[in-house]
């Protein structure tokens, strides 16, 4: 009820006090530099003489309906008006944002300033925005499906960046009621990795940060092509097996998902790509075993930091050659100071060092002086 009190009270707030412009300060109108795609299928962007078009299609499996979001500068009116659309005035100087993924991004563009809150914080693991937690900068939102909505009023964001792997946004529509604009990121969706690292534009582009964001992509896109150039030169391909059981279950990447597509670049013999599936494949450990028991590396493991551990959970994962051999490899060695994913955290932004990491496992002679950012051998 408290809740529901203070929302009534900032929407009434806002739509009774607003005050009439300036008209004698002059307006500073910011320039919405155009934007192109090429790898992302999950957002468009359209460049307007005075605004922006962004529409999210995917923004989780199996929405029925497209997102649109219109960006203008600040101190202009808005272009028009129309229902189930989300206008957002741009340049944003606070942000509100509910996946670790969103962190690098706003790092790479020096944005991690206008970072007022976020869900769950000790997920975060990057040591630059850790210590704007640590000093108070950015706040505490509780959990990511169900936010601190009087924390998040009392920050006054200008924008959410918002989340949903089911398509529930209960709790982003509340709070997008009092006026605070809430656009959702769909960068998880994506198939291919650049098209990943490419919804840094997304982000840019309420910030007017189009082209920093296009320089950093355009990097990683180089050393991700480069690296694929590399890896394409040798002539053995050893066969790979990946994920693991939780519990009756084995869950392994389908033949067209993200990490399928980067072990195909790292040129590898992924034993499941054939599989015309993008989400995890649900297998039984017998059907895993009888394909997978000769297999050359096991990369991404699951959660265990060393071979014994990874035993504990199933005395049968040792009859692996992967096993035997000691060629088991896992992301989750490096974690943040509070325990979170540096991999599931920075992974998406650089597709780029998850594909040199595997080359670098499966072609040690190609990158012969690299050192693994994400992936470490199970001793």
Not at 22 to 33: F, N
Not at 255 to 269: C, M, P
Not at 272 to 292: A, P, Q, R, Y
Request: proline share 5%; glycine share 6%; with cysteine.
């Amino acid at each position: 009820m408290r809740t529901i009190l203070i929302l009534i009270l900032v929407v009434t707030l806002q739509s009774s006090c607003k005050k009439a412009p300036d008209e004698t300060k002059p307006l500073t109108v910011m320039y919405l530099a155009p934007q192109t795609l090429e790898y992302a299928s999950g957002f468009t962007i359209l460049n307007k003489e005075n605004y922006k078009e962004i529409k999210v299609t995917t923004p989780w499996p199996d929405a029925e309906e497209e997102l649109t979001y219109i960006l203008y500068p600040k101190g202009t009116e808005k272009p028009f008006k129309a229902a189930n659309t989300v206008f957002v005035e741009v340049p944003i100087e606070r942000v509100v944002v509910t996946s670790t993924t969103d962190v690098p991004m706003l790092e790479y563009l020096n944005l991690e300033q206008k970072l007022v809150g976020f869900p769950h914080s000790d997920y975060i693991s990057s040591e630059k925005t850790r210590a704007l937690i640590d000093n108070g900068t950015i706040k505490e939102l509780g959990k990511e499906y169900n936010l601190n909505t009087e924390v998040v009023l009392e920050l006054s964001p200008e924008l959410i960046i918002g989340f949903s792997a089911t398509g529930d946004t209960k709790a982003y529509d509340l709070i997008q009621k009092t006026g605070i604009p809430v656009v959702m990121n769909g960068s998880w969706m994506e198939q291919h990795p650049l098209g990943r690292a490419e919804w840094i534009k997304f982000v840019a582009a309420f910030f007017g940060k189009e082209a920093a964001a296009e320089e950093r992509f355009q990097k990683i896109k180089k050393d991700y092509n480069k690296a694929v150039t590399l890896a394409q030169d040798v002539t053995h391909a050893p066969t790979v097996i990946s994920g693991s059981m939780f519990k009756d279950v084995w869950y392994i990447p389908g033949g067209n998902s993200y990490f399928a597509k980067i072990l195909k670049d790292a040129n590898t013999n992924y034993l499941w790509s054939d599989i015309n599936k993008s989400g995890s494949l649900t297998l039984s450990f017998e059907s895993v075993l009888d394909k997978g028991q000769h297999a050359d590396l096991w990369i991404r493991s699951g959660s265990s930091k060393s071979l014994s551990e990874l035993k504990g959970k199933n005395h049968q994962y040792a009859l692996f050659d992967a096993f035997k051999n000691k060629t088991v490899y896992s992301s989750t060695l490096k974690m943040g100071s509070k325990g979170g994913s540096i991999y599931y955290e920075l992974g998406p932004m650089r597709p780029d060092l998850i594909l040199k990491d595997i080359i670098h496992i499966a072609h040690p002679e190609v990158l012969t002086n690299y050192e693994p950012y994400f992936f470490e051998k199970l001793n």
